[in-house]
């Protein structure tokens, strides 16, 4: 199976602004944002579907998205921390954190928002900041 994007960030092979990392997840800013601090959180093992993924790593990379949702809540204005799990567009489960006021904030219809590279470093850094 050929590494998917997430894979070679995993591995350090194309950067990324990180979020939070532990031996199994990794989470991640999207650089194609719905909204400012839209996360994906990744299990290190390249498994496609979200539902093939072995019980014990499913819980755990939810456990571990709760911990990374709340960090990104402390950080970033917003009513809520929507998830949407939706596995279409990377062939390696993950999941969608995203900081939302109304459900218009996830549509993943809308225009996705542009950040450069500084508004992206300084979100990161707002976050790693945050308790």
């Not at 944002?33 to 496609?48: A, R, S, W, Y």
């Not at 542009?114 to 508004?119: A, P």
Request: glycine share 4%; with cysteine; proline share 5%.
């Amino acid at each position: 199976m050929e590494d998917s994007i997430f894979t070679k960030i995993i591995k350090g092979d194309i950067p990324c602004y990180k979020i939070a990392e532990n031996n199994n997840f990794i989470a991640f800013l999207d650089v194609n944002p719905l909204q400012e601090g839209h996360t994906l959180v990744v299990p290190k093992t390249q498994i496609d579907y979200i539902y093939d993924l072995p019980e014990d790593i499913l819980s755990e990379l939810f456990i571990f998205s709760k911990s990374v949702a709340k960090k990104i809540e402390d950080s970033i204005k917003c009513q809520r921390i929507g998830i949407a799990v939706v596995g279409l567009e990377v062939p390696h489960a993950h999941i969608h954190l995203i900081p939302i006021n109304e459900i218009a904030d996830m549509n993943f219809q809308s225009q996705r928002k542009i950040f450069n590279k500084e508004d992206f470093q300084k979100t990161t850094n707002k976050i790693l900041a945050s308790k």
